[in-house]
């Protein structure tokens, strides 16, 4: 077996937490060795107080996984990716498609892997959902993805601020899965945001796409649902009605359920982070992100009732 690969992580926060570290934990071909983050320290490991003094202190680090908001990724992805680390991006992988594109050339010219991940695609169904829908004629996409941000976000002020993407931070998740299961490119036709008049983002939006044979595909994001959370997306074809409900997790087709799996999602994308590196490749999709520049570009703006934490 290969070398384990000496990682660090950046912004020991909520999904740093609740998913990477218990991943880390579980995944042979990783060793965690390092944090950096201004307010945290994981126990056992060195922490450092900022990236640029982990990749100082810890010369023999091969990777990092960044965990931070997307509005100081760029900086912290650049600096790792100079310092010659692999990086594993959270998701959405930045603030701009720009800075995107620069980083995965940078790491393109460096000979390191970035892996912008999505994790959301490795729920237990979407590859299966994709085997099926690949031969299939599609008539209608409905999409619903509402949850309570103040369940998943508690106190979190960078998601209201530009950058934070609002309900796209979310609703990217349902994008990324979009892009992968249905069969042909789909673009926005029409959008409404609904953004609190004390915020920069939105709290709810509306999209409208379509694509080459006019499939309509209609998506709801909304951050205001109390109680049962909703991320669902099903696809009517020709053949039959796909339902994929818990975010990718559970996968029905004219209401049998086929797949009602576990959360393997951060398992699955660290193993995918080990093939990269070990293959010598980066991934970078910017589709899901894409799709949501669109949004910002084409929307509607309502201006609604200020959100109270
Ligand atoms: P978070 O807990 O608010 O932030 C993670 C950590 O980043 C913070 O604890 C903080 O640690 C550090 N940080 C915050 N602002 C910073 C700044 N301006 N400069 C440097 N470090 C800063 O956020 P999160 O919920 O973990 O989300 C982080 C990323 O993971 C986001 O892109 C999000 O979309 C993605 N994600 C989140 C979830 C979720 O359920 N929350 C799920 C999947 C993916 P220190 O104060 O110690 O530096």
Redesign the pocket.
């Known amino acids: 077996m290969s070398s384990p690969i000496r990682i660090g992580i950046?912004?020991?926060?909520?999904?740093?937490?609740?998913?990477h570290l218990p991943a880390l934990e579980r995944n042979e071909r990783f060793e965690l060795i390092a944090s950096?983050?201004?307010?945290?320290n994981i126990n056992g490991i060195r922490s450092f107080?900022?990236l640029d003094a982990m990749l100082e202190g810890a010369p023999e680090l091969d990777a990092v996984s960044?965990?931070?908001?997307?509005?100081?990724?760029y900086r912290?992805a650049c600096a790792a990716i100079n310092a010659g680390r692999h990086v594993f991006l959270?998701?959405?992988p930045g603030v701009t498609l720009s800075e995107v594109e620069d980083l995965a050339e940078r790491a393109r010219q460096t000979g390191v892997t970035l892996f912008a991940s999505w994790?959301a695609r490795e729920a237990a169904a979407v590859e299966r959902a994709r085997e099926w829908l690949g031969s299939a004629a599609i008539r209608h996409v409905d999409v619903q993805w509402r949850e309570d941000v103040r369940t998943?976000?508690p106190?979190?002020q960078?998601?209201w601020q530009p950058g934070g993407?609002g309900v796209f931070?979310?609703g990217?998740?349902a994008l990324s899965i979009m892009t992968r299961i249905l069969p042909n490119e789909f673009f926005l036709e029409r959008a409404r945001l609904e953004v609190p008049e004390n915020c920069q983002a939105p709290i709810a939006a509306e999209l409208d796409f379509t694509d080459a044979g006019e499939t309509p595909i209609h998506a709801d994001f909304d951050w205001r649902q109390t109680g049962p959370q909703t991320w669902q997306i099903t696809v009517e074809t020709e053949r039959g009605t796909l339902l994929l409900e818990e975010g990718g997790s559970r996968l029905s087709i004219d209401g049998e359920i086929l797949i009602d799996g576990e959360d393997v999602e951060y398992a699955g994308l660290y193993r995918r982070f080990a093939e990269l590196i070990d293959a010598g490749q980066s991934e970078v999709d910017v589709r899901p992100f894409r799709h949501v520049a669109d949004a910002f570009m084409l929307a509607e703006r309502i201006v609604v009732a200020p959100f109270d934490e």
């Not at 950046?10 to 998913?19: E, H, L, N, S, W």
């Not at 950096?36 to 945290?40: D, F, K, V």
């Not at 960044?66 to 990724?73: E, G, S």
């Open positions: 950046t912004g020991v926060g909520k999904i740093a937490r609740d998913q950096a983050s201004r307010n945290a107080d900022t960044l965990c931070t908001p997307p509005q100081v990724r912290q959270e998701k959405p994790h998943w976000h106190g979190q960078w998601v993407l931070d979310p990217i998740n």
